[in-house]
């Protein structure tokens, strides 16, 4: 998204970035960071290297209350956080089906409150998002009345192919049911980390991935990790663990098992990214 943000410059705006030592998580850095000639703000609701999940509805009212855009990037917390884009009180939500929908690549969302539908001129458009997309008059665009404004052109078919047997799938399971095995084997996980690396896990909410900085120990565990048969990810020195409805206890078991028993115990402050 920062890529993204970036060439907004072009249209005459300027990126701003929070100073990673100021926390996302307190509604006073956001006051700090919406001035008068702010006009959006982007939200991440789940961070993608820490777990961490950001207090949404209060900043989406702080803006509100200002007078700019609320943006919601949920990339990393749909499917796995229960989402209410009404109750939530923001502008505009977007995100992929490649995490936790498990739709593959290619298949992005955008919603935006209708009532503001209307009201964007949006720049990147192609023929699907033309009023009339068979009329073929290159001297005439007018945008389509509706969010089809937003679509642009020809999509790909088969990543939302994908995505929406992915989504049949999971919706025939439950959202419900997705977070509560999600809870309990992170739950699981964390009692069978040895106590030294229990110490050093975030205490703060998370979404559904577990991010454990093992700062100088990455090379290590990930050695053993992998020895063991267990694919692992990683953003940095930051090891995250993903438990979805197709893992089991046997996997938590495996990974506590390979985990190494004495261990230095180095931890980093991981960054914390948000833009306003």
Not at 225 to 230: D, S, W
Not at 239 to 258: G, K, T
Request: a neutral charge.
């Amino acid at each position: 998204m920062g890529f993204v943000l970036q060439q907004a410059r072009r249209l005459g705006y300027e990126l701003r970035l929070i100073p990673r030592e100021h926390s996302p998580d307190d509604l006073e850095t956001w006051r700090e960071a919406i001035k008068p000639d702010v006009c959006g703000v982007l939200i991440t609701h789940v961070h993608f290297n820490n777990g961490r999940v950001s207090p949404v509805r209060p900043i989406a009212e702080l803006c509100r209350a200002h007078g700019v855009l609320s943006v919601v990037d949920i990339a990393q917390s749909a499917g796995i956080v229960p989402i209410d884009a009404h109750a939530l009180g923001v502008d505009v939500m977007l995100g992929s089906c490649v995490k936790w929908l498990c739709g593959g690549p290619g298949a992005g969302f955008l919603w935006i409150r209708e009532s503001l539908v209307a009201t964007m001129d949006p720049v990147n458009v192609g023929w699907f998002s033309h009023e009339s997309p068979f009329e073929f008059d290159i001297r005439s665009y007018r945008h389509a009345p509706d969010a089809r404004r937003f679509w642009g052109g020809t999509p790909s078919l088969v990543p939302y192919v994908m995505a929406a047997a992915s989504l049949g799938v999971l919706q025939d399971i439950g959202l419900e049911r997705l977070v509560s095995h999600n809870r309990r084997l992170t739950e699981a996980m964390r009692a069978r980390l040895p106590q030294e690396w229990q110490d050093a896990l975030p205490e703060h909410p998370i979404g559904g991935t577990l991010c454990l900085d093992l700062g100088a120990d990455r090379a290590g565990v990930q050695e053993r990790l992998v020895a063991a048969g267990v694919r692992s990810d990683h953003r940095g020195s930051v090891l995250r663990m993903s438990f979805h409805i197709w893992n089991s206890d046997e996997d938590v078991d495996l990974v506590a098992r390979s985990w190494p028993r004495r261990a230095s115990r180095t931890v980093l402050q991981p960054q914390i990214q948000g833009s306003p």
